[in-house]
């Protein structure tokens, strides 16, 4: 720092070269400033780097590997051989801790103030290179025999080590062309490059899709593993669906058919569905050589002037209201179902229904007869005309 100071900067008119021998001198101050305060007593302040991992006596904090202290550096001798003393003050206390070195182990040693987290190890056991000892060294120089020992020692360790030690050189060949290596390695990055531009593609179709802002998180193996598993899941996609359903809705007729209509609306009023037309109530052994039922429900129905141009358009009836189980008090007026098939209102006998759609109740009746074909053909009344023969 005086030094720095002194170069090309202010001299006084008394100073004297000779005399002062320099501004630190002429200034009566030590270049190190501060740091030099004790140098009196043989003691310099430092930066102490800690060598290991400790715990302070004081406050039984611990104290990390690496963490620089200000300490008091002081120089003691072991014969010729120097031991440094550190002694330093915990940053979290006022508790200090002194250390020292160990030439005899080259460590560093707490001689108070702390406790060494033990982290140590043999370096014999670790594999690592042992230091020589000063015994062992003599005994190297003046004992032939002792050498010859050693070195028989050596040549077994390097037979042990060389199968490792030729791997090594092979892995240093095959790395030694830096063309190769470069081009290999940028080949591997287009590679991976190129795999995670896919990966990211097929996310962000999947979030956009399913409108998402979430990251994904990377496909695994186990992932794939468990999905092929999914019995349960959808054959079409939701594209699919919704094609088929378009589809189906573009060809169906805009306009519904009257006749289904009136016929779905006739079967929820009476709670009927199309197996009970063709299953009779109470059948018998006679019973079973009815005629066959067809479609409809040959719900007999008011004649009208054009009614016989109609049945011959609409397809023909199977069964009357017998063959159906219904009975009068079950009809529903204003339908036309009782009325008899010639018109003019004359209510229609349910007997004589039973009686000619051939359904036998309890062996009462004859064996059943067949049904004379009626030209039934809607499932409700038919006014058309009757204001015509009403007014006649």
Not at 312 to 331: F, K, M, N, V, Y
Request: glycine share 8%; proline share 6%.
């Amino acid at each position: 720092m005086g030094e720095r100071k002194g170069v090309n900067k202010y001299y006084p008119p008394d100073f004297d070269p000779a005399k002062h021998g320099s501004l630190n001198g002429y200034r009566k101050s030590h270049p190190l400033r501060e740091r030099a305060r004790k140098l009196s007593q043989g003691i310099l302040i430092i930066r102490f780097e800690m060598p290991y991992n400790i715990w302070c006596d004081g406050c039984k904090n611990h104290i990390g590997m690496g963490e620089q202290l200000s300490c008091e550096h002081s120089t003691a001798h072991y014969y010729t051989t120097p031991i440094y003393r550190f002694r330093m003050k915990c940053h979290l206390c006022v508790n200090y801790i002194e250390m020292q070195t160990d030439p005899a182990s080259c460590d560093y040693v707490i001689v108070s103030g702390a406790q060494r987290k033990e982290e140590r190890w043999d370096m014999k056991d670790n594999e690592q290179i042992l230091t020589t000892e000063h015994s062992e060294k003599e005994k190297l120089e003046t004992n032939p025999m002792f050498k010859l020992e050693h070195g028989s020692q050596d040549r077994g360790k390097l037979q042990r080590a060389l199968p490792s030690l030729s791997h090594i050189q092979e892995k240093q060949e095959a790395w030694r062309d830096d063309f190769q290596l470069n081009s290999a390695l940028r080949r591997k990055f287009r590679d991976e490059k190129k795999v995670i531009k896919e990966e990211s593609e097929r996310d962000g179709a999947l979030l956009s899709k399913a409108c998402l802002s979430i990251p994904l998180v990377k496909e695994t193996e186990d992932d794939k593993r468990l999905a092929s598993l999914l019995t349960l899941h959808s054959a079409d996609s939701y594209e699919d669906r919704q094609r088929l359903k378009r589809r189906e809705i573009s060809a169906r007729s805009w306009f519904p058919s009257p006749v289904a209509d009136r016929a779905s609306d006739t079967l929820k009023r009476l709670g009927l569905t199309l197996s009970s037309t063709s299953t009779p109530s109470l059948g018998s052994p006679s019973c079973s050589t009815a005629l066959p039922v067809s479609k409809g429900l040959g719900i007999v129905r008011r004649r009208s002037a054009g009614s016989d141009i109609n049945a011959a358009q609409e397809p023909e009836a199977s069964l009357g209201i017998a063959s159906l189980g219904i009975r009068e008090s079950d009809t529903p007026r204003g339908t036309g179902i009782t009325d008899a098939p010639g018109g003019g209102g004359t209510p229609f006998n349910s007997a004589q229904a039973e009686t000619q759609a051939g359904v036998c109740f309890g062996g009462e009746a004859e064996p059943c007869a067949p049904l004379p074909s009626l030209p039934l053909t809607s499932l409700v009344a038919d006014y058309w005309g009757s204001s015509s023969e009403s007014e006649s």
